[in-house]
């Protein structure tokens, strides 16, 4: 089946907690596998790629590209001798369109990675046929300071599409 699954939501109510998601969709995500993170500037998008590296044990520090567009950090040793898969973060706010996207040869990385893409909506679907999409939202109101990037709880958005999914549950990432 080529279906999507029903959206899972998920409140988040600090960074911690955006970090926390990102850790545990280290668990369920493996090599080849797409994610397009979607949100406002400042959703938590490169917050919620931190904690995933964390959980990867990838090296590097997951941080908001100035210049780079993409950057893999490559898997470290894990304590018990295992290495899990790369991570490539991108971040596509600066790139133009497809053929930008198409010149990072993300192609070649793929297949040994977790791929992540920030602000991939619209671009980044033609990497692979399957992909997790997460939206981030910082709903307006109700925080003190809405303008002020610490606070307010975000909800995230995840849909699964593509027969990589079918039968995954992303409920479990709920606890
Ligand atoms: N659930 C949350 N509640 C409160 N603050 C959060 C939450 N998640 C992340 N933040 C904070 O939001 C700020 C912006 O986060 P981040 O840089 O991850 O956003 P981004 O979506 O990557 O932004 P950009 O669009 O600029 O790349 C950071 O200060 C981070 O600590
Ligand atoms: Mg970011």
């Known amino acids: 089946m080529n279906g999507t699954t029903t959206g899972v939501t998920l409140e988040l109510h600090d960074a911690d907690a955006t970090r926390a998601l990102g850790a545990a969709l280290a668990s369920v995500l493996r090599a080849g596998d797409l994610v397009i993170l979607t949100g406002d500037l400042g959703a938590g998008k490169t917050t919620l790629t931190q904690g995933l590296g964390a959980a990867l044990h990838v090296r590097g520090q997951v941080a908001s590209p100035t210049f780079i567009i993409a950057r893999e950090h490559p898997p470290l040793v894990r304590e018990d001798g295992s290495r899990g898969p790369a ?11 497809l053929d930008e996207l198409d010149a990072l040869d993300l192609d070649s990385s793929l297949e040994e990675s977790v791929t992540v893409v920030e ?18 939202a910082r709903p307006r109101g109700g925080d003190p300071d809405p303008d002020n990037p610490e606070l307010g709880t975000r909800i995230a958005t995840l849909r699964a599409i593509g027969p990589r999914w079918s039968g995954i549950d992303l409920t479990t990432l709920q606890d």
């Open 87 to 97: 991570l490539v973060h991108v971040d596509a706010y600066r790139l133009g369109g």
């Open 119 to 136: 602000w991939g909506r619209g671009l980044a679907e033609a990497l692979t046929e399957d992909r997790l999409e997460i939206d981030l």
